[in-house]
């Protein structure tokens, strides 16, 4: 799919494409960029990158929009598929001398129509706090670089929190930090709290608080991205070594690993419901792992170079409910029965999908969608559906052109081990040979996957003990020996975090049994060592090609002339960016028609064909 024709079609720079719910198309006149337009010379400049907020406005055009390109920062009001965008009229613009934005994040909490809290991160080390409504720039952190010297690669507000974030470094490094206290004058001095392997976690010793509140050291190498889960418990992490490391943030514990291919991993997202993580990086692959059984289910092959950024489409994301039944009748009645696409709101999707973690045995049809961008200047979008997630259970029909299946699930919770006596896998050490994995007799069935042998091995995470470490802050790392560290992180996180919606836990965010005392002090003895990737080639931490399933890309289209920064999905649009600093809007189907009839008359289809 990655090649539609050949010479000169394959440079062309698409501006529609078409998928089974419709056709998106891109809306030049909605294109963000510097106010002059210039393409931007990208030579030397960190990526281009994108954060949205809604300021829930009164008028209803609530959306904001930051950017940065190059030394500049721009805050504007986003218009998105409603209007043409205006760039004589930045909100805020920033310049920067001696260092670069690198990434930012808005806290969602606290944002009104008269104040947003943004912070943003720098190629030096520095995160600055600013609020571009006011044009105020309230604090900056890492000031002298006594924290980190190395460039900012990822901040992101702690969810639920109105103070606290995380930021991660080019060295390797993650702070916690909180808006409300002072960086200090002097390096900080810090404690060990956690040790296990390949990461380490201090807490910053000091006769007052100050920032930062935790030091976390992962991995070899730059930490390049991470990613909070949707409930807000776990934290996954991607690093220049090639691994995925999933922790439990709040107990501070390592729930599982993950090696690429080869090279980085340059990016990571995780599924609307939390159960499962795609990765990409310099292996040119996407990679699909899930959080339960802590193994990776799939790898995606559609792009040409490095894979910059991983997102799943949460709008798209489709669980249907049905009965077990064995389909008779036409393609057409097939189609209409079993395809729901596109319906789907976020605020329904994470409600749908948890009902597979729900004692209801009632089967589902699941369609996750998700998309990835790259260096190769591609945009791929993927499906990842049942036959994929679940090739051990019986399907009652294969669609291969619509890659939606009925299959009867099996009761939430429960675990499907191939051999009860041998084939359970630790999640705290799922790299580790594990006797006993038995090999399928049959082929995985194929829907939007390419052939791949018969001998395909699984295993899964043994789940049966529900007491867990999913719960509060600090409930699983309050032992003797840490106690006064972890007491003060503690009470700091309950009092700046919101309370959660208990009534909407599932069972899912308790099953971390598995993780018990008796293993976090195994990993408190174990020391940082280096991974020998050659060592991890057809294990668990990193199946061979032909063991797991290849997925094919749904589409896979060249959309500009430099590489590829940003993949954003909004309920009637997608949003991408390159590095010359052209962040495009695409339209999802039916929707370009909301362009205002001025916008239309310049351009009757608001699109370039």
């Given at each position: 799919?990655?090649a539609?024709?050949?010479?000169?079609?394959?440079?062309e720079i698409?501006?529609q494409?078409t998928?089974r719910?419709?056709?998106?198309k891109?809306l030049?006149?909605?294109?963000?960029?510097r106010?002059n337009?210039?393409?931007?010379n990208s030579?030397?400049?960190?990526?281009?990158?994108?954060?949205?907020v809604n300021?829930n406005?009164q008028?209803?055009n609530?959306d904001?929009?930051?950017?940065?390109?190059g030394?500049?920062?721009?805050f504007?009001i986003y218009?998105?598929?409603?209007?043409a965008?205006?760039?004589?009229k930045?909100?805020?613009k920033?310049?920067y001398?001696?260092t670069?934005p690198?990434?930012h994040?808005?806290?969602h909490?606290?944002?009104?129509?008269?104040?947003v809290?943004?912070?943003?991160?720098?190629?030096a080390?520095?995160v600055?706090l600013?609020d571009?409504i006011?044009k105020?720039?309230?604090k900056?952190f890492n000031e002298?670089?006594l924290?980190?010297k190395?460039r900012?690669?990822?901040?992101?507000?702690?969810?639920?929190?109105?103070s606290?974030f995380?930021?991660?470094?080019?060295?390797?490094?993650?702070?916690?930090y909180?808006v409300?206290h002072t960086?200090g004058?002097t390096?900080p001095?810090y404690?060990?709290?956690?040790?296990g392997e390949n990461?380490s976690?201090?807490?910053c010793?000091?006769k007052s608080t100050?920032n930062?509140?935790?030091?976390?050291t992962?991995?070899?190498?730059?930490l390049?991205?991470?990613?909070?889960?949707?409930?807000?418990?776990?934290l996954?992490?991607?690093?220049?070594d090639g691994?995925?490391?999933?922790?439990?943030?709040?107990?501070?514990e390592l729930?599982g690993?993950?090696?690429?291919?080869?090279?980085g991993?340059?990016?990571?997202?995780w599924?609307?419901?939390?159960k499962?993580?795609v990765?990409?990086?310099?292996?040119d692959?996407?990679?699909?792992?899930?959080f339960?059984?802590?193994?990776?289910i799939?790898r995606?092959h559609?792009h040409?170079?490095?894979?910059?950024?991983?997102?799943?489409d949460?709008?798209?994301?489709s669980v249907?409910?049905?009965?077990?039944m064995e389909?008779?009748g036409?393609?057409e009645?097939f189609?209409?029965?079993?395809?729901?696409?596109?319906?789907d709101?976020?605020?329904?999707?994470?409600?749908r999908?948890s009902?597979?973690?729900?004692?209801?045995?009632?089967?589902?049809?699941?369609?996750y969608?998700?998309g990835s961008?790259?260096q190769?200047t591609q945009l791929?979008?993927?499906?990842?559906?049942e036959d994929?997630?679940?090739?051990h259970?019986?399907l009652?029909?294969t669609r291969?052109?619509?890659?939606?299946?009925n299959a009867?699930s099996p009761?939430?919770?429960?675990?499907?081990?191939?051999n009860?006596?041998?084939?359970?896998t630790n999640?705290n050490?799922?790299?580790a040979n594990t006797p006993?994995?038995n090999?399928?007799s049959?082929?995985?069935?194929?829907?939007n996957?390419l052939?791949h042998s018969?001998g395909t091995t699984t295993?899964t995470?043994?789940?049966?003990?529900?007491?867990?470490?999913?719960?509060?802050i600090g409930?699983?790392i309050?032992d003797?020996?840490?106690?006064?560290?972890v007491?003060?992180?503690?009470?700091?996180?309950?009092?700046?975090?919101?309370?959660?919606?208990h009534?909407?836990?599932?069972k899912?965010?308790h099953?971390m049994?598995?993780?018990s005392?008796?293993s976090?002090d195994?990993?408190?003895?174990?020391t940082k060592?280096?991974?020998?990737?050659a060592?991890t080639?057809?294990?668990?931490l990193c199946?061979?090609?032909?063991d797991?399933?290849?997925?094919?890309?749904?589409?896979?289209?060249?959309?500009?002339?430099e590489?590829l920064?940003?993949?954003?999905f909004?309920?009637?649009?997608l949003?991408t960016a390159c590095?010359e600093g052209f962040?495009?809007?695409w339209a999802r189907?039916g929707?370009?028609?909301?362009?205002?009839s001025q916008n239309q008359?310049?351009?009757p289809?608001?699109?370039?064909?």
């Amino acid at each position: 799919m990655a090649a539609e024709g050949g010479g000169k079609e394959m440079n062309e720079i698409k501006t529609q494409f078409t998928t089974r719910e419709g056709v998106y198309k891109l809306l030049t006149h909605s294109e963000y960029s510097r106010p002059n337009r210039v393409p931007f010379n990208s030579q030397g400049s960190n990526p281009v990158k994108v954060s949205f907020v809604n300021v829930n406005d009164q008028s209803g055009n609530g959306d904001r929009i930051c950017f940065n390109v190059g030394r500049e920062l721009y805050f504007y009001i986003y218009k998105g598929v409603r209007k043409a965008a205006d760039l004589s009229k930045p909100i805020d613009k920033r310049i920067y001398k001696g260092t670069q934005p690198t990434c930012h994040d808005f806290n969602h909490l606290t944002a009104t129509a008269e104040s947003v809290s943004l912070l943003v991160g720098f190629s030096a080390g520095q995160v600055q706090l600013i609020d571009p409504i006011k044009k105020e720039t309230s604090k900056l952190f890492n000031e002298e670089r006594l924290i980190d010297k190395s460039r900012v690669t990822c901040v992101k507000w702690v969810p639920g929190s109105e103070s606290l974030f995380l930021v991660s470094h080019a060295s390797g490094n993650m702070y916690l930090y909180n808006v409300e206290h002072t960086c200090g004058t002097t390096a900080p001095h810090y404690q060990l709290l956690k040790q296990g392997e390949n990461y380490s976690v201090h807490t910053c010793k000091s006769k007052s608080t100050r920032n930062p509140l935790l030091k976390w050291t992962v991995g070899e190498g730059a930490l390049n991205e991470f990613a909070f889960s949707p409930d807000g418990k776990f934290l996954a992490c991607v690093s220049q070594d090639g691994f995925l490391r999933v922790f439990n943030f709040d107990a501070v514990e390592l729930h599982g690993t993950m090696k690429s291919y080869f090279g980085g991993l340059l990016c990571v997202c995780w599924s609307p419901d939390g159960k499962y993580i795609v990765a990409g990086g310099e292996d040119d692959l996407v990679t699909v792992w899930s959080f339960l059984d802590c193994r990776v289910i799939a790898r995606g092959h559609g792009h040409k170079s490095w894979v910059s950024v991983v997102a799943f489409d949460h709008y798209t994301t489709s669980v249907e409910e049905s009965d077990p039944m064995e389909f008779s009748g036409s393609d057409e009645d097939f189609q209409d029965q079993m395809i729901h696409f596109g319906r789907d709101r976020a605020n329904s999707t994470q409600s749908r999908l948890s009902k597979r973690n729900s004692t209801d045995s009632r089967p589902v049809s699941v369609t996750y969608r998700f998309g990835s961008v790259g260096q190769d200047t591609q945009l791929c979008l993927w499906d990842l559906t049942e036959d994929i997630l679940f090739p051990h259970l019986p399907l009652s029909r294969t669609r291969t052109h619509t890659n939606v299946m009925n299959a009867t699930s099996p009761p939430a919770g429960a675990t499907i081990i191939t051999n009860a006596s041998s084939n359970t896998t630790n999640g705290n050490n799922s790299g580790a040979n594990t006797p006993g994995i038995n090999s399928l007799s049959t082929t995985l069935p194929r829907s939007n996957s390419l052939p791949h042998s018969a001998g395909t091995t699984t295993t899964t995470a043994n789940n049966t003990n529900k007491a867990g470490s999913g719960g509060g802050i600090g409930s699983g790392i309050m032992d003797s020996a840490i106690a006064t560290g972890v007491s003060k992180f503690a009470t700091l996180s309950l009092h700046d975090r919101k309370e959660r919606h208990h009534e909407k836990d599932h069972k899912r965010n308790h099953s971390m049994g598995h993780i018990s005392s008796k293993s976090s002090d195994k990993l408190n003895l174990l020391t940082k060592t280096k991974t020998d990737p050659a060592k991890t080639l057809g294990t668990l931490l990193c199946p061979r090609m032909e063991d797991v399933p290849l997925l094919e890309p749904l589409i896979c289209k060249k959309i500009a002339h430099e590489r590829l920064t940003v993949l954003i999905f909004l309920e009637d649009c997608l949003v991408t960016a390159c590095q010359e600093g052209f962040i495009c809007t695409w339209a999802r189907p039916g929707k370009v028609g909301l362009l205002s009839s001025q916008n239309q008359a310049s351009s009757p289809s608001g699109t370039v064909v």
